[in-house]
């Protein structure tokens, strides 16, 4: 991609800049009265975003995170998109779908006295095919001002329904993992990948002591991560999902991980706001799915 002509395509004076960024990746620099963030443009994703006078980033990226073609950034929000997880036909496909790790098209970039927002997209190729075999337009815009907007449109533009899963796998930093509580999902049912994928409730706020991965299931529209190392709670608001993915891989799974330090996994949670499990959304040919986390930081 050409700097230059981005910046002049859309470009928005002292409020939006492109730049080159590590490995060569092009990034988008935003600084409006309200925040500061930094999106990738390779990956689709935000890697940091910072209210004014807020004294720590929302976002957490591993120092050791790959910033290489073909290899997913650790942290921020990668986008899991057209399947969640593992590949569920089991032909060898990558992890978590096929997005994360590739360039998108800039598409819009826009401005109000309040926000500052910019679209990427990308449509459906040969290469794609290959690994998915549907026609689509999938565009993510994020709206940049007090708060962080997401929001993920899936575009059927062929002549056959095709079924996904998805998740915006959002890496939060907080001050200590074992610190925080994450009210909201008291009661609900969850798939616990850990341990086999059995069924299990949770029972009051869920607190942090060990390796997570689990699904929540049927959750509810906000759920908050109390932080009181950092002296803030992280409101997530959700809609178009039904779903909750919580994820960390603790010591000794991440001790593992060349793309994360062996202590990083202190200082992050992954809540993903998903269609996952029985969530997965079926989309006709013509129509849109819409899948949005809306993120804001409250004193604690």
């Known amino acids: 991609m050409n700097i230059e002509q981005l910046n002049t395509d859309y470009g928005l004076a002292n409020q939006l800049q492109f730049r080159v960024g590590k490995g060569n990746f092009p990034v988008i620099a935003i600084h409006n009265p309200h925040a500061q963030a930094l999106i990738s443009v390779y990956g689709g994703q935000v890697l940091s975003f910072q209210p004014t006078h807020a004294p720590e980033d929302l976002m957490f990226i591993s120092q050791q995170a790959y910033y290489e073609p073909g290899k997913a950034i650790r942290g921020g929000t990668p986008i899991c998109w057209p399947w969640f997880g593992s590949d569920p ?16 098209q800039v598409k819009a970039t826009a401005t109000t006295d309040q926000t500052t927002t910019v679209q990427l997209g990308l449509i459906n190729t040969a290469e794609t095919q290959e690994l998915w075999p549907y026609a689509f337009d999938l565009s993510i815009d994020i709206t940049v001002g007090k708060t962080l907007n997401i929001a993920l449109i899936t575009y059927n533009t062929g002549d056959r329904p095709f079924a996904l899963t998805q998740a915006c796998h959002t890496y939060f930093k907080i001050g200590d993992i074992e610190q925080i509580k994450i009210q909201g999902l008291a009661e609900r049912t969850y798939i616990d990948k850990v341990n086999g ?8 706020a869920m607190t942090l002591s060990k390796e997570v991965d689990r699904i929540y299931l049927d959750t509810p529209s906000t759920l908050r991560i109390e932080d009181p190392t950092f002296h803030r709670n992280i409101k997530i608001k959700a809609t178009g999902s039904q779903t909750t993915i919580v994820w960390n891989p603790w010591a000794e799974k991440s001790a593992k991980m060349l793309d994360l330090a062996a202590g990083d996994y202190k200082n992050f949670v992954c809540v993903e706001t998903a269609n996952a ?4 959304k079926e989309i006709q040919p013509g129509e849109k799915a819409h899948l949005t986390a809306h993120y804001s930081i409250e004193q604690g």
């Open 89 to 104: 036909e089991e032909r060898g496909r990558p992890n978590h779908g096929f997005v994360r790790d590739r360039l998108w």
């Open 197 to 204: 994928g059995i069924l299990q409730k949770q029972s009051g």
């Open 277 to 280: 499990a029985n969530d997965a």
